[in-house]
């Protein structure tokens, strides 16, 4: 394949890359090529829905990427999966589908990135959807992903969660990706009739058998080909080789806030001083790759309840062998389902003018198993709330340590690292507090398990969430968009600054994190992507 020319190479087949593929390949007119480190999706675990619990240490179909050890979360280093496989993290990921605010995108656009207001990408939102409750002003119908109901499927337990909401005056709101963000309510997911909907599923399937697209896995990019300021191919490794394939119009990057800044910084693009550091020789001093970097963390609380929930249920043989019967026949039921049954959008400290919080509810409750290399179900019958802030304003890193593309990139979160992220989780952690006190909670809760009762000062309460939160996984902003490089990587169309041939469309050109789940966001950028590079001159 060495020297094969082609219109379009996209490296990685993730959220955003599998929209592209569909999008550049579908006139007929561009020859598009996608390479994916990762191999086929074509994996029970993968396709049924509850089952990616099953790929969350599965290295055949993710990263598995650790981060430096964090001051802000008492010195641990947390595990952070990601998706290597077709359709990327939407592979693995737990479905839920969040759009964030509309402030969110209006933020950008004040910015100076004219064309991303939340007016301006609500047509990409919607162009992509097929949701399960039809077409509207907010929502789309006849795309390619999937966004539906679970409905029945949903676990009864989560009414004790609405009516706590209502004994305390907080409004529930049907949908979160509507007219209002705010409220208490069920959340959407992309399953379709039972099978997870990840773009792999919703736009690369259906444009496989275009003559003019071609898709190679274990295809590991390498480092981007240069022609003085031009990048004008790809090089990268598959079975054992190293091949070159060359771009006519442009390379896009499509591989993740992780992995698409390192490419960049391996093919010396990227900060001066850390590229030399690495033994990197600076084709380009791009001083914003790799920084930026934001991510949703979340606190879980564990309850002890007086009802069955998915713990007892997901244990038991018996239960499993009649859930997996009526799957196989109906594609119903709990394994048709994610694991966040329930969540809200609050606002949890005075003088906000929107939700800083996010909650996901949990008809189970979740620990670590075997030294921590697999999770598992408490004894006993549990749920599980989780306070995650929106909107974090801590700033971490990513960096390369040596030129080797198979070395795993440094990746620095610096979580809590900030007093108004610290105050947002205190005000979370409290919140869930306020609710389980509810009668409607407190009658279903037999005792708060984790972190536990005893543990009510607020020095307490930061200690505890410092040593126990999470990533939500939701890393962006490595690529950051903005008008010039001093403070960006790419420009408002997704091209990269002072580089030709090259654009990014990923999660790592976020300006800024969003309030709620990030693969929505991806997809639409893909959306919008391929309107920008199939309208460009040339």
């Known amino acids: 394949m060495a020297g094969e020319m082609y219109d379009f190479v996209i490296v990685g087949a993730g959220s955003a890359g599998c ?17 994916e480190a990762g191999g086929s999706d074509r ?9 990616y619990a099953k790929t969350f240490f599965d ?63 609500l047509p990409f939102f919607r162009k992509s959807e097929d949701n399960s409750r039809g077409a509207d002003a907010y929502h789309g119908a006849g795309g390619g992903l999937a966004v539906s109901d679970i409905g029945g499927d949903c676990h009864p337990v989560i009414e004790h969660f609405f009516e706590a909401a209502r004994e305390s005056g907080l409004p529930l709101n ?17 399953i379709r009739d039972g099978v997870r909907s990840s773009a792999s599923n919703a736009f690369l399937r259906p444009a496989r058998g275009r003559r003019n697209l071609t898709v190679l896995t274990g295809a590991h990019a ?64 791009l001083p914003q790759v790799g920084r930026n970097l934001r991510d949703h963390l979340y606190c879980p609380y564990f309850f002890r309840v007086r009802e069955k929930t998915l713990n007892d249920s997901l244990t ?34 005075p003088g906000l003018d929107r939700p800083n919080m996010q909650f996901y509810f949990m008809p189970m409750s979740l620990e670590p198993k075997k030294g921590g290399s697999e999770i598992g ?47 947002d989780m205190l005000s979370g952690v409290r919140f869930i507090r306020q609710l389980a006190a509810s009668q409607a909670l407190s009658s279903l809760i037999e005792a708060e398990v984790e972190p536990g009762p005893s543990i009510r000062e607020e020095t307490d309460l930061v200690r505890d969430f410092r040593a126990r939160s999470n990533t939500t996984f939701h890393p962006v902003g490595t690529c950051r968009m903005g008008p010039g490089r001093v403070d960006s990587v790419v420009d408002r169309r997704l091209k990269v600054h002072g580089i030709d041939g090259l654009r990014i ?14 693969n929505a966001t991806c997809i639409m950028i893909g959306e919008k992507a391929s309107v920008e590079i199939l309208t460009a001159p040339g």
Request: aromatic share 8%; charged share 15%; glycine share 10%.
């Open 43 to 51: 994996r029970p675990w993968i396709q049924i829905p509850i089952g």
């Open 316 to 349: 038991s043989w018996p239960w499993l062998m009649r859930a997996g019967l009526r799957y196989a026949l109906s594609r119903r039921g709990a394994l048709a389902t994610s694991v966040n049954h329930a969540g809200a959008f609050l606002k949890t400290r």
């Open 222 to 285: 390498t480092a981007l080909v240069m022609q003085g300021s031009r990048v004008s191919g790809v090089t990268f490794r598959k079975d054992g080789a190293v091949r070159t394939v060359s771009a006519g119009r442009e390379v896009i990057l499509a591989a993740g806030a992780i992995n698409t800044p390192q490419l960049l910084m391996l093919s010396g693009l990227g900060p001066a001083v850390d590229l030399q550091a690495a033994g990197i020789p600076v084709t380009a001093d």
């Open 59 to 121: 290295g055949t179909v993710n990263w598995k990427y650790s981060a430096e050890a964090d001051p802000g979360l008492a010195g641990r280093a947390l595990y952070w999966p990601r998706g290597k496989v077709l359709g990327g993290s939407s592979s693995i990921n737990a479905m839920v589908y969040v759009r964030g605010q509309r402030e969110d995108y209006d933020a950008w656009a004040a910015s100076g990135l004219e064309g991303w207001s939340y007016d301006d990408v």
């Open 505 to 518: 469309a990923d999660a790592s050109v976020f300006p800024d994190m969003i309030s709620g789940n990030t």
């Open 19 to 35: 929209v592209l593929a569909n999008r550049l390949s579908e006139n007929g007119r561009h020859s598009v090529l996608v390479l």
């Open 174 to 190: 049907n949908d979160f990706n509507g007219a209002v963000q705010e409220g208490v309510g069920r959340y959407q997911f992309n």
């Open 377 to 423: 179900f408490h004894d006993f019958s549990g749920i599980t709330i989780s306070a995650s802030p929106c909107r974090p304003t801590s700033a971490g890193h990513l960096s390369v340590a040596s030129s080797d593309p198979f070395a795993p990139p440094v990746i620095t979160p610096n979580y809590l690292s900030t007093n108004e992220d610290v105050e």
